[in-house]
Antibody, heavy 118, light 107 residues
Framework: EVQLVESGGGLVKPGGSLRLSCVAS????????MSWVRQAPGKGLEWIGR??????????DYGTPVKGRFTISRDDSKNTLYLQMNSLETEDTALYYC?????????WGQGTLVTISS | DIQMTQSPSSLSASVGDRVTITCRAS??????LGWYQQKPGKAPKRLIY???SLQSGVPSRFSGSGSGTEFTLTISSLQPEDFATYYC?????????FGQGTKVEIK
């Protein structure tokens, strides 16, 4: 069974940093392209970015709102995806999901809540 | 970046109604589009992939059509469990874009 479990969310002051993790199981993580998607309270879905598998170059792409502030990385030895978030703004308050296309489906974690407030 | 314009933003419908939701892409994306259903407090669930292919386990009352820039999700006969918010997602380019969402409410 495919599982994606996010952690690391919490309350942070504006300008602060936070690192989210996503532990994957049930599929070959090292071959998967992994993405982060967020959803602000009561709002729609927003793509944050993606990291390709190392065999496909391991490169990253980011959405415009987070470019230069957020960094996605992966540790295939731990089946873990990371999202390093710096220079956090109140607009970054959201539920953050880890996602991946695996075989013929699109899997999502349950999300981890990040709140940016002074 | 590709923009996705989804309409309507909300609709009211009755059980048994036929419902249609549309997404328009700002440039051609082939058939690299999926449709998702999200219920409160839950992660999105994919219903349709490659614009018109039904995800395994999804009821056949859901269907998708279109290619290039115009896409449609149709629910042929709305059921009580279908009241939710629906999103399109394009993944044609190096970046993804979601539509703004359509909230389907009970009339």
């Amino acid at each position: 069974e495919v599982q994606l479990v996010e952690s690391g969310g919490g309350l942070v002051k504006p300008g602060g940093s936070l690192r989210l993790s996503c532990v994957a199981s049930g599929f070959s993580f090292n071959y998967a392209w992994m993405s982060w998607v967020r959803q602000a309270p009561g709002k729609g879905l927003e793509w944050i970015g993606r990291v390709k598998s190392k065999s496909d170059g391991g490169t990253t792409d980011y959405g415009t709102p987070v470019k230069g502030r957020f960094t996605i990385s992966r540790d295939d030895s731990k089946n873990t995806l990371y999202l390093q978030m710096n220079s956090l703004e109140t607009e970054d308050t959201a539920l953050y999901y880890c996602t991946s296309f695996v075989l013929s489906n699109h899997y999502w974690g349950q999300g981890t809540l990040v709140t940016i407030s002074s | 970046d590709i923009q996705m314009t989804q309409s309507p933003s909300s609709l009211s419908a009755s059980v048994g109604d036929r419902v249609t939701i549309t997404c328009r892409a700002s440039q051609g994306i082939g058939n690299d589009l999926g449709w998702y259903q999200q219920k409160p407090g839950k992660a999105p669930k994919r219903l349709i992939y490659a614009a018109s292919s039904l995800q395994s386990g999804v009821p056949s009352r859901f269907s998708g059509s279109g290619s290039g820039t115009e896409f449609t999700l149709t629910i042929s006969s709305l059921q009580p469990e279908d009241f939710a918010t629906y999103y399109c997602l394009q993944h044609n380019t190096y970046s993804w874009t979601f539509g703004q969402g359509t909230k389907v409410e009970i009339k």
